[in-house]
């Protein structure tokens, strides 16, 4: 599976941001799809991540701003990112779980979301 990310920016203190990712290859056994972030000095958090059957899951510091949807005959997973903060500062990653004969999991490149205060 290849995970294409992009929606990436520079965005000011309270703005918004859009995010996509579009899985390709193996896309039938496509499982959980998730938003991962990473700020510099720190460990990758999981943001969000939502399961083919649309359950969701969001980490405290983003609940109530961000939104994760995906749409599975386009096998996209999408992030909306509202009032933004500074602390968002943060290079984002697309991860994608399949499952056939096996789990595997599968990681995009990132793409840079720059808050500035």
């Known amino acids: 599976v290849q995970l294409q990310a992009c929606g990436g920016g520079l965005v000011q203190t309270g703005g918004s941001l859009r995010l996509s990712c579009a899985a390709s290859?193996?896309?039938?056994?496509?499982?959980?799809m998730a938003w991962y972030r990473q700020a510099p000095g720190k460990q990758r958090e999981l943001v969000a991540s939502?399961?083919?059957?649309?359950?969701?899951n969001y980490a405290d510091s983003v609940k109530g701003r961000f939104t994760i949807s995906r749409d599975n005959a386009a096998n996209t997973v999408n992030l909306r990112m509202n009032t933004l903060k500074p602390e968002d500062t943060a290079a984002y990653y697309c991860?994608?779980?399949?499952?056939?004969?096996?789990?595997?999991?599968?990681w995009g490149q990132g793409t840079l979301v720059t808050v500035s205060s």
């Open positions: 939502i399961t083919r059957g649309g359950i969701t």
């Open positions: 991860y994608a779980v399949t499952h056939d004969s096996r789990w595997m999991y599968w």
């Open positions: 290859g193996s896309v039938s056994s496509l499982n959980t």
